[in-house]
């Protein structure tokens, strides 16, 4: 026993509710790209200064751009650490200091900057200009980035500041290693990066970072839009067949 007949105008509603919800399942592919881990964590220094220890604590942030098969790394303070008891002068403050590495690689990265652009009073927290360097995958996976030893020279002394409170990672990236055949994990969060399985050999280096996720994850919607839009089709053209 046939059904209902269904009429043209129930047929136009159901393509289009159709359409639509494969046109939503794409964008929810690509909504779930995954991205670097990021976030910004307080710092507590223990400084040695030349007229005695003095501490602060101050949110420290790591973000990263990937250039070529290394990323750029920039550490940023959001508060001053240390003082000093005379007014340092424009330029007489050089900061530097290190990127502790972790996860599935190891090692340091050393990142500096440049000097203050303005005099700083005395006794007054010593604000820290953003600080960058350059890191080099050397295995592949998870890799995490921890503030570590914060080294300042001013007027010929040298201050010392080094975290006390074990602080967490201020990133997190998957990586790919320059030239390596390894795999990685994807991460997840806030603003970043995600390896991609790579191989191979010649002087071709291995794609890594947010885009191999996000063109592979396009791929995909794109897949499941068209899917949607076929079926559509289908439903619309045998519909004009049974009324015919």
Known sequence: MRGRPVSYRTYQKRTAALAFAAALAGSAVLTAAPAAQAAVVDVNYQCKTPIGDKSAVSPIDIKSVKSGSAYKLTMSWQKGVSSSPVELGKGAMTPSAVIKVGGADSGTVAVSGAANAAAIPANTPIKINDLSGTYTPKKSGKVTFTAGVL???????????????????????????????????????????????SSGSGDSLPQTGPEDSVIALGTLGGTVLLAGAAGALWLTRRHQAVRR
């Open 151 to 197: 080294t300042i020279k001013a007027l010929g002394t040298t201050t010392t500041c080094t975290p006390s409170n074990n602080p967490g990672p201020s990133l997190t990236l998957d990586v790919t290693a320059a030239g390596g055949s390894g795999s990685s994990t994807s991460g997840s969060s806030g603003s970043g990066s995600s390896g991609s399985q």
